[in-house]
C-alpha cells in the first residue's frame, strides 16, 4: 500500500449504531487530519494530531470520537450520529504541523458516510 | 481572519482550450503559504503545488501554471490545452506561517468544478 488508505469507502449506518472509520498512512508523517466535506459546504477541519497527540478538536460533537495509536493510523469512532452528519469523511496526513515551513497534506480517498 | 475566496462555482470548457480558476485570499499575516488541490471524483484530494509569500515568482509545471500576485491577493490556477482528466473539483487554500496555534490551519476555499467536454 502506498500514500493513504482509508476503509471502509462507504457506510450506512442507523442513528443509533457504532461504527469506526479506519484510516492509514505509509509515508512516514508525523501529522494526522479528519475532515468532513459535505454537500455544498467547504472542507471542515475536524481533528488534528502530531506523534499521536492530539492538538485541535475543532469544535466537533462528541459522538465522533478520534483515536490515534500511532504516527501511522488514525481512527474515528462514531456512535449515535444524525443525518446531517451524512457526509465524506477525509483522512490526510503530513510531515509535521510545523508551521516553517507549511507542509502540504496527503489525503486518503475517503469514507462516503450515509446516516438513516 | 482568514479567507479564500474561488468565486467560480463551476466552469466547463470544451477539450484543448485554456482555462483560468481564480482564487483570492485575505490574510493579515505577512508569511503564509497557498495551495492548490485536485479533487478527482473518485474523492481523494491530491495535492498540486505550494506556495510561500516570499516567493512571487509564476510557476508551471507541465500543461499546469499558476500566478501569485500579493499586490491583488490573487494566486490563480491555469489549465492549458485541457483535456477531459482535468474535470475534478480544484480546491485553493492557505495557511498562516506565523505560530499562533500549536499547528498550522489550513484554510481551504469552496472550490471550483471543472468540467472538461470532449
Known amino acids: 500500500e502506498t500514500g493513504v488508505t482509508q476503509t471502509p469507502r462507504h457506510l450506512v449506518m442507523g442513528m443509533t449504531n457504532k461504527k469506526s472509520l479506519k484510516c492509514e498512512q505509509h509515508?512516514?508523517?508525523?501529522?494526522m487530519y479528519w475532515y468532513k466535506q459535505s454537500a455544498k459546504k467547504p472542507l471542515e477541519l475536524m481533528f488534528v494530531?502530531?506523534?499521536?497527540?492530539?492538538?485541535e478538536n475543532n469544535s466537533v460533537p462528541s459522538r465522533f470520537s478520534p483515536e490515534c495509536p500511532n504516527s501511522s493510523h488514525l481512527f474515528l469512532h462514531l456512535h449515535t450520529l444524525q443525518p446531517e452528519d451524512s457526509a465524506l469523511y477525509l483522512c490526510?496526513?503530513?510531515?509535521?504541523?510545523?508551521?516553517?515551513?507549511?507542509?502540504?497534506?496527503?489525503f486518503g480517498p475517503g469514507t462516503r458516510l450515509t446516516v438513516t | 481572519a482568514q479567507k479564500v475566496t474561488q468565486a467560480q462555482t463551476e466552469i466547463s470548457v470544451v477539450e484543448k482550450e485554456d482555462v483560468t480558476l481564480d482564487c483570492v485570499y485575505e490574510?493579515?499575516?505577512?508569511?503564509?503559504?497557498l495551495f492548490w488541490y485536485k479533487q478527482p471524483p473518485s474523492g481523494e484530494l491530491v495535492f498540486l503545488i505550494r506556495?510561500?509569500?516570499?516567493?512571487?515568482q509564476n510557476e508551471i509545471s507541465g500543461r499546469y501554471s499558476w500566478n501569485f500576485q500579493k499586490s491583488t491577493s490573487s494566486f490563480n490556477f491555469t489549465i492549458t490545452a485541457s483535456q477531459v482528466v482535468d474535470s475534478a473539483v480544484y480546491f485553493c487554500?492557505?495557511?498562516?506561517?506565523?505560530?499562533?496555534?500549536?499547528?498550522?490551519?489550513?484554510?481551504f476555499g469552496p472550490g471550483t468544478s471543472l468540467s472538461v467536454i470532449p
Open positions: 490526510a496526513s503530513s510531515q509535521d504541523i510545523s508551521t516553517r515551513p507549511s507542509y502540504e497534506q496527503y
Open positions: 509515508l512516514g508523517h508525523n501529522a
Open positions: 494530531y502530531s506523534l499521536e497527540e492530539r492538538v
Open positions: 490574510t493579515r499575516d505577512t508569511t503564509y503559504y
Open positions: 506556495r510561500n509569500s516570499f516567493d512571487e
Open positions: 487554500a492557505l495557511s498562516e506561517g506565523i505560530v499562533k496555534t500549536s499547528y498550522d490551519k489550513v484554510i
